[in-house]
């Protein structure tokens, strides 16, 4: 198994900026993908952001305002947020796919809300 712990979620001001981290139990320089997810409440998880052997994508409704890095000396997964919307409420959660298998941290709340 692959442990993965976010961190970095909290209460936030519209407009503001947050970074959340995700920290693996393992390596991730072989990882076949990594990437955020979030789900809001009574809502679908949907994909925010992912970075793969095709490059770093993002979902149109943080393209411009998230950015995705890795940092595989620390294991370790950031999402970069600013220019906070209400709707970017939600608990993210961070994966990683090594091996052809998926990993899921348990997530972390986000709140944009005056």
């Known amino acids: 198994q692959v442990q993965l712990v976010e961190s970095g979620g909290g209460f936030v001001q519209p407009g503001g900026s947050l970074t959340l981290s995700c920290v693996a139990s393992?390596?991730?320089?072989?990882?076949?993908?990594l990437g955020w997810y979030r789900q809001a409440p009574g809502k679908d998880r949907e994909w925010v952001a992912s970075?793969?052997?095709?490059?770093?994508n993002y979902h149109y409704s943080v393209k411009g305002r998230f950015t995705l890095s890795r940092d595989n000396a620390r294991n370790t997964i950031n999402l970069q947020m600013s220019s906070l919307k209400s709707d970017d409420t939600a608990v993210y959660y961070c994966?990683?796919?090594?091996?052809?298998?998926?990993?899921w941290g348990q997530g972390t709340q986000v709140t944009v809300a005056s």
């Open positions: 393992r390596s991730i320089d072989s990882a076949n993908t």
């Open positions: 994966t990683t796919t090594i091996d052809y298998v998926t990993y």
């Open positions: 970075i793969s052997r095709h490059g770093t």
